[in-house]
């Protein structure tokens, strides 16, 4: 009896959202940057610093959030979306606008980002086969 090779398994979207994870964790990542460039002069640097730190932690925190418990993915959207919101009067004009957006639009595609059901491969079979 010939072994014939499996067939390719269908490609599925992704199972966690991976995009808007990305999208925070950049948004964190231009915000804290000027700040901690200097670490020494944080203190001197004022509140705006110490926010953008703070807001950067938190884009931090929604973004491993997002990927390691994809069905908080829409609680960690609405944190990351609030965050970049409040960068905005609260840290250098949210980072230049630039952590702003970034935030605004990974908080939005953790907020549409929904779980796919996952299939048993004996469903994958039952449902490949064609109906009698």
Do not use: K
Not at 99 to 127: D, N, Y
């Amino acid at each position: 009896m010939p072994v014939t090779p499996a067939a390719p398994a269908p490609r599925r979207p992704l199972d966690r959202p991976v995009l808007a994870a990305v999208a925070m964790t950049a948004a964190a990542i231009e915000l804290a940057y000027l700040p901690l460039r200097r670490p020494r002069l944080l203190g001197l640097q004022g509140v705006g610093a110490t926010s953008s730190v703070l807001i950067a932690c938190g884009l931090l925190a929604c973004a491993a959030l997002a990927l390691w418990r994809p069905g908080r993915a829409r609680a960690a959207g609405a944190g990351a979306l609030v965050l970049g919101l409040l960068s905005c009067p609260m840290s250098n004009l949210g980072g230049f606008l630039i952590g702003m957006l970034l935030a605004v639009l990974g908080g939005s595609l953790a907020l549409a980002w929904r779980e796919t059901p996952r299939h048993t491969p004996e469903e994958r079979h039952a449902s490949a086969e064609p109906a009698p």
